[in-house]
């Protein structure tokens, strides 16, 4: 999985507009010492960056967070419902 510098988008390595080493300008584009890009971005060009893993379970666990943040009373009705229309088969 990869990044957008710019635009945050998750890529996939086959969603990549250009992939390292053939990126236009690299030498310009990159600091020395700096993380090595991917490729670039196919919606706004900008360089690309694989994530790690740890920033990858991060982005899950802020997702559950999130999930587990939606109130109770909706969830219960959302379960509810579901149990309703498996019991009408
Ligand atoms: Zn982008």
């Known amino acids: 999985m990869f990044k ?3 635009c945050d988008r998750v890529l996939k390595a086959d969603e990549l507009k250009c992939v390292f080493p053939d990126i236009p ?6 600091e020395p010492g700096g993380t090595v890009p ?3 971005c196919p919606a706004c060009g900008a360089l ?3 994530i790690k ?3 990858v379970v991060a982005a899950l666990k802020h997702a559950c967070e999130r999930l587990n943040a939606i109130p109770h009373r909706y969830a219960d009705t959302d379960f ?3 149990r309703r229309a498996l019991a009408q088969g």
């Open 25 to 30: 300008g690299l030498t310009e584009r990159i």
């Open 4 to 6: 957008c510098d710019n």
């Open 53 to 55: 893993e740890s920033e």
């Open 38 to 40: 991917a490729g670039e």
């Open 80 to 82: 509810a419902l579901i």
């Open 48 to 50: 690309v960056y694989p």
